[in-house]
């Protein structure tokens, strides 16, 4: 028997990892048997038509959100927009959900907030507790892609284990995708990049540390003249105290800024970084990293929370907190060529073993889990 599988993906590229995260698991679908697969979202966006799925129109603006979770609130049920499937899995919260009566699954990455609430204001906080608080007490399985974010679930709202599947998501395997020397070299020259460069991809927001990063970068380049850093990604709210930084400490020509890159432009990019820096204070899981080890390029990250886990003994780990010990962790590598061919051998092969394939089986195991 087919059974109807609806697939809310209403993320945007804008939305960064999360809109990773959801080609990712649409890639994993495609190796599933026995479901009739619809995607809820733009059916305008290349990337979904490339998937060959059926694609219903579905989009959840803020506004449709608030009259959703107000509605829900006052025992108020709104129209199932998702009548036609058997079962549903959302790799983006959607307050839609609570107004259907299919089982779902759905993807909570982080509770970030509990952590640092010092970055969100306080509407933001309560606002985040309200979705996950509802959608939880609704959702037959809520998935996770590290332990400590299970545990955080656990924790913060009482989910028994039972309740929650354990799923990393490997990036989109186009990261594999070999490309010319002459195309790698033509992006170099048009974007131009330097001859050595780290590599930190990653939107400007406070909890992900470019700050710091600038800092010890600073004590690198003493060290290592040559070396330049490159940073990709929209800016937030904290672009202008970075480019401040940059400018206080005279490193305008040694960071090159570059914004939003395509997807093409930055698997180039990452194939021709001497190393990714990962400073972030805080992921549950870094997508970037997974891409780093595709395509072997080195990388030294945080050594917190879920980061630990994903890297293994396959990158360097450092304090996000130490500009020293980030310092250090970045001359190890660009300082010991054969540090860095081994840390980028070992990335390839944590990568090999992490395929759509078996993504697609864990997740076979979870719809079972919602029927």
């Given at each position: 028997m087919t059974i109807k599988l609806g697939v809310i993906a209403h993320a945007t590229p804008d939305n960064g990892g999360s809109y990773q995260y959801t080609l990712s698991m649409l890639q994993a679908l495609q190796h599933t048997t026995g479901y009739e697969i619809t995607v809820y979202g733009n059916p305008k966006n290349p990337d979904f038509a490339d998937l060959d799925f059926p694609i219903c129109p579905f989009s959840e603006s803020r506004a449709r959100q608030v009259m959703a979770l107000t509605a829900h609130r006052m025992r108020v049920r709104l129209p199932d927009p998702f009548l036609a499937q058997d079962i549903l899995l959302a790799p983006v919260h959607s307050l839609a959900l609570l107004h259907t009566s299919k089982p779902f699954a759905y993807t909570l990455h982080d509770l970030q907030e509990n952590h640092y609430p010092e970055h969100f204001a306080w509407w933001t906080r309560a606002w985040r507790y309200q979705i996950h608080s509802q959608l939880l007490k609704r959702a037959r399985r809520v998935v996770c892609e590290s332990r400590y974010v299970r545990t955080d679930i656990m924790r913060f709202f009482d989910i028994p284990e039972e309740r929650t599947a354990l799923i990393a998501a490997p990036p989109m395997r186009q990261f594999f995708a070999d490309e010319s020397d002459d195309l790698v070299q033509a992006t170099r020259v048009r974007l131009k990049l330097p001859e050595r460069f780290l590599l930190y991809p990653a939107q400007f927001w406070p909890h992900k540390n470019h700050l710091r990063l600038i800092e010890a970068f600073r004590d690198v380049v003493a060290e290592v003249p040559d070396l330049k850093l490159v940073l990709t990604g929209k800016k937030r709210q904290g672009y202008d105290a970075v480019m401040a930084a940059i400018n206080k400490f005279s490193l305008s020509d040694k960071?090159?800024?570059?914004?939003?890159?395509?997807?093409?432009?930055?698997?180039?990019?990452?194939?021709?970084?001497?190393?990714?820096?990962?400073?972030?204070?805080?992921?549950?899981?870094?997508?970037?990293?997974?891409?780093?080890?595709?395509?072997?390029?080195?990388?030294?990250?945080?050594?917190?929370?879920?980061?630990?886990?994903?890297?293994?003994?396959?990158?360097?780990?450092?304090?996000?907190?130490?500009?020293?010990?980030?310092?250090?962790?970045?001359?190890?590598?660009?300082?010991?060529?054969?540090?860095?061919?081994?840390?980028?051998?070992?990335?390839?092969?944590?990568?090999?073993?992490?395929?759509?394939?078996?993504?697609?089986?864990?997740?076979?195991?979870?719809?079972?889990?919602?029927?």
């Open positions: 960071v090159c800024e570059l914004g939003y890159v395509e997807r093409e432009d930055l698997r180039a990019i990452y194939r021709l970084a001497t190393a990714l820096v990962m400073p972030s204070l805080f992921e549950s899981v870094s997508i970037p990293i997974y891409e780093a080890f595709q395509v072997g390029t080195p990388v030294a990250a945080s050594g917190i929370l879920a980061i630990t886990e994903q890297v293994g003994d396959a990158g360097l780990l450092f304090d996000p907190k130490s500009v020293p010990s980030m310092k250090e962790a970045i001359l190890k590598i660009v300082q010991d060529p054969e540090t860095a061919r081994l840390l980028g051998k070992r990335g390839r092969e944590r990568m090999l073993a992490i395929t759509p394939a078996q993504y697609g089986a864990q997740l076979e195991n979870l719809l079972r889990a919602l029927l």
